[in-house]
Each structure stands twice: as C-alpha cells, then as structure tokens.
C-alpha cells in the first residue's frame, strides 16, 4: 500500500513569512492524501538534514516541500540530493534540476542556448560595472540565488548608473557570496504559467496575468517582496491576479509555447512555474523558471489549476503519480 511521508523544512516563530508558508502547502498536501485515502505522516526537518530520517522515509514517497530559506539557497538543491543518495521517490524536480533554476544566471544562459528570449543582462560586478554600458536601463538587480522575491525589497529598479552599482554593493553585502544579476527591466504586462505534469507529458495550465492596480510613480510595478509577504501593503493589496482570454488569445497560446519550452531543457518533473514579462515591443520575455513552486491554496499555481478546472485532489494525484513513474 502507498505511503507518503510529507517532508518540509521546519519552521520557528521567528521565521520569516516566505519561510513560513511552506506550513500552508503541508496542510494542501494533508488535504488531498487524505481525501485519496493514502496513508501519510509528516516530517519537519532542520537544515537540510534528510538522513537523520531516513529510517522513516524507507519505502515511502516523499513529498518533498524542503525549500531554502532566506541567505541559504543551496539547502533545497542540498537536500533533494540526499533524497536521490537515499534511493527514495519523491515529489517534483531533481536536485540537479533544482541546482539549476536556483541559480538565475545559469538558467538565463540554458533558456538563451535553446534559443529562448530572455531579458538582456549579467552578473554585475559592482566593483567594475562594464555591464552597464552593454544593457539599456533602466535596471531590476536582484541576487542570482534566491527566491520569494526575496532582495527585492524596496525599490529594485535603477535608471542611474551609480544608483545600480550602489545596490549592487547593497546586495553583495546582504547576500555574501552570491552573484549579483542586473537585467534590463521590461516594461510590458507580467504573466506566469503553471505547469504540471501528466500521463502524455507536461501541460499548462491557464495562463495568469499580475495586473498592478493604480500603482503610482516613484512604485515599481512588479512582484517584489511588499507584494507577496507584506499583509496589508499597498503593493500586495493592489497587486491583482486575473486570467486574461478573448483577444489576448495568440498572446497567451505563445505565452504557453515557451513556457513548454522550458520543460525540458530546464530538467523538470511533476510541476513548475513559468513566470514572463512583455518587452517593449510586447514580446514575451522569460524572466524565472521556478521548480517546486508554492502549493499553498492562495498561491498562483492553486489558483491557476483551479480556474482550469482541478481540484486539490487533482493536482496532489498528479504530482503522485508523476513522483512514482519516473
């Protein structure tokens, strides 16, 4: 008989909130084994350490919900591994796969040598900032290695130089030894695809439009860290989830296109998150491939498989049977 051992990273009090949403996707998880009648148990873990459990995860699927918290990217690559060293099935993308789309310059450099659009940009050296005079402004900086919007707090978009090389040196300073990216910041309308896979391979899901509602100047209009975890915040009240159709029809079917694109260059398994941006000629542009997005019932990938049609139980099946097929 199946059973499914719900592995996540533990959280403390003190934690900060993208940290601590990883408790809502356990409880979306419970709800759909449960409902499948499939026995279950749950496991939090601290740093990453997977083989002190080991013993419990014998002959089980793991669904895998270890994630990185802030200023510790390499902890989710880190323990999917030990989750392949342990020999055990479980939930999502490949710690090889992880590894990758955590780091945002390497996945620029795979989506571009597949012939994918991705915004002009580098790693900046603060320190000697040539890259400024080959990328247009204005600038979005961001470290290369998190996630959660993390870094971009605040205002991340630069039109001066010696603004963006002196956030350069912020970020160098908060994020020890993690790259800085600067891209030049597209100006158009930002959508993502959700992406889960199925029997015939992966398929996508409807695709979601962030409509930024009367955001004034001096307020970037993108998904920053106010928008996702500031409760209250003007950016997460005014930052607005819809489903666009109708005339945007060729838009989104190319929107889906590459989105699918990214599947497999990318390495992905059981379910991903594609997230675009429109240029100024409005093209889609990729700006992030997220393994393993958020399942929390409020999330984006939620609520995407929910305007498609799916239930909990849908969705938590599919990612099963994903995990126990490959």
């Given at each position: 008989?199946?059973?499914?051992?719900?592995?996540h990273t533990?959280?403390?009090?003190?934690?900060?909130?993208?940290?601590?949403?990883?408790?809502?996707?356990?409880?979306?998880?419970?709800?759909?084994?449960?409902?499948?009648?499939?026995?279950?148990?749950?496991?939090?873990?601290?740093?990453?350490?997977?083989?002190?459990?080991?013993?419990?995860?014998?002959?089980?699927?793991?669904?895998?919900?270890?994630?990185?918290?802030?200023?510790?990217?390499?902890?989710?690559?880190?323990?999917?591994?030990?989750?392949?060293?342990l020999?055990?099935?479980f939930?999502?993308s490949s710690a090889?796969?992880?590894?990758?789309?955590?780091?945002k310059?390497?996945?620029?450099a795979?989506?571009?040598s597949?012939?994918?659009?991705?915004?002009?940009?580098?790693?900046l050296d603060?320190?000697?900032p040539?890259l400024?005079?080959?990328?247009?402004?204005?600038?979005i900086?961001?470290?290369?290695?998190?996630?959660?919007?993390?870094?971009?707090?605040?205002?991340?978009?630069?039109?001066?130089?010696?603004?963006?090389?002196e956030?350069?040196?912020?970020?160098?300073?908060?994020?020890?030894?993690?790259?800085?990216?600067?891209?030049?910041?597209?100006?158009?309308r930002?959508?993502?695809v959700?992406?889960?896979?199925?029997?015939?391979?992966?398929?996508?899901?409807?695709?979601?439009?962030i409509?930024?509602?009367?955001?004034p100047?001096?307020?970037?209009?993108?998904?920053?860290?106010?928008?996702?975890?500031?409760?209250g915040?003007f950016e997460?009240?005014?930052?607005v989830?819809?489903?666009p159709g109708?005339?945007?029809?060729?838009?989104l079917?190319?929107?889906?296109?590459?989105?699918?694109?990214?599947?497999?260059?990318?390495?992905?398994?059981?379910?991903?998150?594609?997230?675009?941006?429109?240029?100024?000629?409005?093209?889609p542009?990729?700006?992030?491939?997220?393994?393993?997005?958020?399942?929390?019932?409020?999330?984006?990938?939620?609520?995407?498989?929910?305007?498609?049609?799916?239930?909990?139980?849908?969705?938590?099946?599919?990612?099963?049977?994903?995990?126990?097929?490959?």
């Open positions: 008989m199946l059973r499914v051992a719900v592995v533990a959280v403390d009090i003190e934690d900060d909130p993208s940290t601590a949403d990883v408790l809502d996707q356990v409880r979306l998880f419970k709800q759909g084994l449960a409902a499948l009648g499939v026995r279950h148990t749950t496991i939090a873990v601290r740093d990453g350490r997977v083989w002190k459990h080991a013993a419990t995860l014998a002959g089980a699927v793991v669904c895998n919900l270890l994630e990185a918290p802030p200023g510790r990217p390499q902890l989710h690559a880190a323990a999917t591994a030990a989750l392949e060293i020999g055990v099935p939930t999502g090889s796969a992880l590894w990758l789309t955590t780091d310059l390497a996945t620029r795979v989506l571009s597949e012939g994918l659009p991705v915004a002009a940009g580098g790693r603060p320190e000697r040539r400024l005079d080959r990328v247009p402004p204005p600038w900086l961001k470290p290369a290695w998190e996630d959660a919007s993390v870094g971009l707090e605040g205002n991340p978009v630069c039109s001066a130089a010696a603004e963006a090389v956030r350069g040196r912020s970020l160098s300073l908060r994020f020890p030894g993690q790259p800085v990216l600067l891209e030049h910041f597209l100006p158009g930002e959508f993502n959700s992406l889960l896979a199925s029997p015939q391979g992966a398929t996508a899901l409807p695709v979601a439009e409509a930024f509602v009367g955001f100047p001096g307020v970037p209009a993108l998904v920053g860290y106010e928008a996702k975890w500031a409760s915040s997460e009240t005014h930052t989830r819809q489903f109708g005339d945007d029809g060729p838009l079917a190319r929107i889906r296109e590459l989105a699918l694109a990214c599947w497999d260059p990318c390495g992905l398994a059981g379910y991903a998150r594609v997230d675009f941006r429109l240029d100024e000629t409005g093209a542009v990729i700006l992030e491939v997220n393994t393993n997005p958020c399942l929390s019932a409020d999330a984006g990938f939620m609520a995407a498989a929910t305007h498609g049609g799916l239930s909990v139980v849908d969705v938590v099946e599919r990612i099963l049977v994903a995990a126990t097929s490959r």
